[in-house]
């Protein structure tokens, strides 16, 4: 293992810590080519970070909108390997904010920890999250990630009670929190505890405080971001994209496809 610390882009990059809109895309959905489009079209659109997902056979965090992208991604030969080859073609592209990579532990495991996050660091990443892995288990992944300037993005949970403490006193980057129980997935309310729970882990968290699962209306970005740094937005994302699928299939109308998905974002954030 490196000896020493590697400084790290992910404050360089990143804009702002406040009101901050963290989308989630699934690379390879619907195709990679298109992943690297969406990429910079999220970023025209206010993103200030990017959550970059693997596609994977079991994702335990992630409800049937996600699951469908994993699929369709997976149709495309997309896997972990490729979805980091992709981050250099986005900074190409002009993708400037800092990109988290999502995917779950057996993946890094199989990948190996130390070489995952040195090939992270050599694509021009800035951090990864592994909702699978538990704080009691993450010392190493931590320890490499850090050996290599990447972030490892931690996740708390309304039911972390005593945890939520320690979670958010070593969280890097920004903090991950679970707006409620489940998996990914639109919800109609919001959990009625939100507020505490998030007045809780900010009491705590030396870094930008974000809140996820379940985001998808204007009027619940309004309210997360009364109480939130940022918000976190998956499922109606990927929502957006599945419905502009057959435009941005199209040579032709790809681009008319794309600035349908950077309107309907517009609208979902304007307020």
Do not use: W
């Not at 702002?16 to 969406?38: Q, R, V, Y």
């Not at 320690?166 to 507020?195: D, H, K, W």
């Not at 681009?255 to 974002?265: A, D, S, T, Y």
């Amino acid at each position: 293992m490196a000896n020493k610390t590697v400084m790290s882009t992910f404050d360089q990059r990143l804009p702002k810590t406040e009101n901050m809109f963290i989308p989630f895309i699934m690379s390879g959905d619907p195709t990679p080519d298109l992943s690297i489009e969406l990429a910079y079209t999220l970023q025209e659109s206010g993103a200030d970070v990017l959550e970059l997902g693997v596609p994977y056979s079991d994702p335990l965090a992630d409800g049937p909108t996600i699951q469908q992208a994993a699929a369709r991604a997976i149709e495309q030969g997309m896997t972990i390997q490729k979805a980091i080859q992709l981050i250099p073609e986005m900074r190409k592209r002009g993708v400037h904010i800092p990109i988290v990579l999502f995917t779950y532990c057996n993946p890094v495991l199989q990948y190996g920890m130390e070489t995952l996050v040195k090939q992270l660091k050599e694509n021009e990443a800035d951090g990864l999250l592994v909702p699978d892995i538990p704080l009691e288990e993450s010392e190493e992944l931590k320890q490499h990630a850090e050996a290599h300037g990447i972030q490892l993005i931690s996740l708390v949970a309304p039911n972390s009670e005593e945890r939520i403490k320690r979670i958010a006193e070593q969280a890097s980057g920004f903090l991950y929190c679970v707006s409620s129980l489940g998996v990914t997935g639109e919800r109609a309310e919001m959990n009625p505890n939100i507020s505490s729970f998030l007045e809780q882990v900010k009491r705590h968290s030396s870094v930008p405080v974000a809140v996820g699962f379940g985001i998808s209306t204007n009027d619940q970005v309004r309210l997360m971001h009364e109480y939130a740094d940022g918000v976190i937005v998956g499922s109606k994302i990927i929502k957006i994209i599945e419905g502009e699928q057959s435009a941005l299939l199209k040579e032709e109308t790809k681009v008319e496809g794309l600035q349908r998905v950077k309107g309907k974002i517009s609208q979902l954030l304007n307020y």
